[in-house]
């Protein structure tokens, strides 16, 4: 008889069915992420690592599940959904451990329960890109592929991503059971999480403290994701973390040329999650959670709990901006220089990250001509603070690798074509630093070149 260790599991099989993993055929791993698998204090042999990453073997003798869910998939509700092709399959030193692509599960809706080498690369590759960028992310452990082949537009590889984080749970398990009515189970969960992951929020107003935690993890991960240029592409409730956390990476996207209007998902036609969307829907999002909670908390404080969303998300957006831009003091100006400058951007469609990184090298910057007047203003601006750690402070929150779109297709093409892994390992490597300057690899700050302006990306994965 499988054990069962996971703390999830607690909550009863109302929250979840347990299920066999379905084994790919001829696996092997792509890459691992080392330091993480250091910290969890993993040391399997090769062998056994590649087992359980297959979902060959289980984890400790534990048993997988797969939970329920709901959500809102852009604007509509969606009474059931859940872990269609994801399960979790442990739990070591604080952290679940869920495979996605790992077969079909009893949510899995008519689809075939499994990833592709294409979109579980992108995962891998992006969670370490936004952990290196100090985004609040699900952390990728593993990735394997295989030669079961997989059905979408094409034939293609089915993968693996061991996913790592310390819970999994989403806006959307709550809206499960708040939408059939199930009170108790809805307070039952807010319980579970409150007890593992918010132990802090204790006594009467728990409820209320509990879902403002939730209200001010949610804002600074988008302030985050605002100040970095990136977007996620499917904000639907049931991708959205109880913890803050950046889940479920799909058609995502790095702002490259700057544009607010941009959408990543080509399957968005409306640009309901456009870039300069994500704020106002992660607040729409977060009240469809305080709808989910109203049995447990009243109607009008959950409205003040909402109305600090705006205050959470313009302080750890506005934090971030001025180091970006090397302010040290505050003047009232510096909003509008902030402003000016993406002004530029857009009108000569500029790159966002690595016009931010020119930043700290004024003399360059100054050889752009499209910049002339603006230097100007904002030379006079740093003189005022004369600070001689700006620079410093600059570059360590302007990163100089990010997950470019092409770059990421450059290491699915090696990787599908010609099953070779190394752009995958030196991705890894640029975006777990990305703020270093790695010398010798400038080649990755290219901006996209023409081959890949075209490049889209779509739900199917
Ligand atoms: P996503 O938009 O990728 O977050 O997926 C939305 C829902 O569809 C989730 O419940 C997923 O588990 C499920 N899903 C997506 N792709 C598959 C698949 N290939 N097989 C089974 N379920 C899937
Ligand atoms: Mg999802």
């Given at each position: 008889m499988?054990?069962n260790t996971?703390?999830?599991?607690?909550?009863g099989?109302e929250?979840f069915?347990?299920?066999t993993?379905?084994?790919?055929?001829?696996t092997?791993?792509i890459?691992?992420?080392?330091a993480?698998?250091?910290?969890?204090g993993?040391?399997?042999d090769?062998?056994t690592?590649l087992?359980?990453?297959?979902?060959e073997?289980?984890?400790e003798?534990?048993?997988?599940?797969?939970s329920i869910y709901?959500?809102?998939?852009?604007?509509?509700?969606?009474?059931q959904l859940g872990?269609?092709r994801s399960?979790l399959i442990?739990?070591?030193?604080?952290?679940?451990?869920s495979?996605?692509?790992a077969g079909?599960?009893?949510?899995?809706?008519?689809?075939?329960?499994?990833?592709?080498l294409?979109?579980s690369?992108?995962e891998y590759?992006?969670?370490?890109?936004m952990?290196?960028?100090n985004?609040a992310?699900?952390?990728?452990?593993?990735?394997v592929?295989?030669?079961?082949?997989v059905y979408?537009?094409n034939i293609?590889?089915?993968s693996?991503?061991?996913r790592?984080?310390?819970?999994?749970v989403r806006?959307g398990?709550?809206?499960?059971?708040a939408?059939?009515?199930q009170?108790a189970?809805?307070?039952q969960?807010?319980?579970?999480?409150i007890?593992?992951?918010y132990?802090?929020?204790?006594?009467?107003?728990?409820?209320?403290?509990?879902?403002?935690e939730?209200?001010k993890?949610?804002?600074?991960?988008?302030?985050?994701?605002?100040a970095?240029g990136?977007?996620?592409g499917?904000?639907?409730t049931?991708?959205?973390s109880?913890?803050?956390?950046?889940?479920d990476y799909?058609?995502f996207?790095f702002?490259?040329?700057?544009?607010p209007?941009?959408?990543?998902?080509?399957?968005?036609?409306?640009?309901?999650?456009?870039f300069?969307?994500q704020?106002?829907?992660a607040?729409?999002?977060l009240?469809?959670l305080?709808d989910?909670?109203?049995?447990?908390?009243?109607?009008k404080?959950s409205?003040a709990?909402l109305?600090?969303?705006q205050?959470?998300l313009?302080k750890a957006?506005?934090k971030?901006m001025r180091?970006k831009?090397g302010f040290?003091?505050?003047?009232?100006?510096?909003?509008v220089?902030?402003?000016?400058?993406f002004?530029v951007?857009y009108q000569n469609?500029k790159?966002?990250?690595?016009s931010?990184?020119q930043?700290s090298?004024?003399?360059?910057l100054?050889?752009?001509?499209?910049?002339t007047?603006?230097i100007e203003?904002?030379?006079?601006?740093?003189d005022q603070?004369k600070?001689?750690?700006?620079v410093?402070?600059?570059?360590?929150?302007?990163?100089?690798?990010?997950l470019?779109?092409y770059l990421?297709?450059?290491?699915?093409r090696?990787?599908?074509?010609?099953k070779?892994?190394d752009?995958i390992?030196?991705l890894?490597?640029?975006?777990?630093k990305p703020?270093?300057?790695?010398q010798g690899?400038e080649l990755?700050?290219?901006?996209a070149?023409?081959?890949?302006?075209?490049?889209?990306?779509?739900?199917?994965s």
């Amino acid at each position: 008889m499988a054990k069962n260790t996971l703390d999830f599991s607690s909550l009863g099989e109302e929250f979840f069915s347990p299920i066999t993993t379905q084994p790919l055929n001829n696996t092997f791993l792509i890459h691992k992420n080392q330091a993480l698998y250091d910290q969890l204090g993993l040391d399997f042999d090769e062998k056994t690592l590649l087992k359980i990453a297959s979902g060959e073997q289980k984890f400790e003798g534990t048993q997988p599940i797969a939970s329920i869910y709901a959500g809102h998939q852009f604007g509509h509700f969606v009474p059931q959904l859940g872990d269609g092709r994801s399960c979790l399959i442990g739990q070591v030193s604080g952290y679940e451990l869920s495979l996605k692509g790992a077969g079909t599960t009893p949510y899995s809706r008519g689809a075939d329960g499994r990833a592709v080498l294409r979109s579980s690369i992108r995962e891998y590759l992006c969670s370490i890109a936004m952990k290196g960028l100090n985004i609040a992310t699900t952390e990728a452990l593993t990735l394997v592929s295989s030669d079961t082949e997989v059905y979408r537009e094409n034939i293609e590889p089915g993968s693996i991503v061991m996913r790592v984080a310390p819970s999994h749970v989403r806006f959307g398990h709550f809206e499960l059971f708040a939408s059939r009515g199930q009170t108790a189970q809805v307070k039952q969960l807010a319980d579970f999480v409150i007890e593992h992951y918010y132990p802090y929020c204790q006594g009467e107003s728990r409820y209320v403290d509990f879902f403002n935690e939730v209200v001010k993890h949610t804002a600074v991960m988008i302030a985050r994701w605002q100040a970095q240029g990136f977007s996620h592409g499917v904000m639907n409730t049931d991708n959205m973390s109880i913890l803050g956390l950046t889940i479920d990476y799909g058609p995502f996207g790095f702002l490259e040329t700057y544009n607010p209007k941009f959408v990543c998902n080509h399957s968005d036609h409306e640009g309901r999650y456009a870039f300069e969307q994500q704020p106002g829907i992660a607040l729409w999002n977060l009240a469809r959670l305080g709808d989910s909670l109203e049995s447990l908390i009243d109607a009008k404080q959950s409205k003040a709990v909402l109305d600090n969303y705006q205050a959470y998300l313009v302080k750890a957006y506005s934090k971030l901006m001025r180091q970006k831009f090397g302010f040290i003091k505050k003047d009232d100006q510096d909003n509008v220089l902030i402003g000016q400058f993406f002004e530029v951007l857009y009108q000569n469609q500029k790159d966002y990250t690595n016009s931010l990184r020119q930043l700290s090298d004024i003399d360059q910057l100054s050889k752009d001509t499209d910049f002339t007047d603006w230097i100007e203003l904002y030379h006079k601006r740093i003189d005022q603070d004369k600070s001689s750690d700006r620079v410093e402070l600059m570059n360590s929150v302007n990163p100089k690798y990010i997950l470019r779109n092409y770059l990421a297709e450059e290491a699915i093409r090696e990787a599908q074509d010609q099953k070779r892994y190394d752009k995958i390992a030196t991705l890894f490597e640029l975006l777990r630093k990305p703020f270093d300057e790695h010398q010798g690899l400038e080649l990755y700050t290219n901006e996209a070149p023409d081959w890949a302006q075209g490049l889209s990306v779509s739900c199917s994965s």
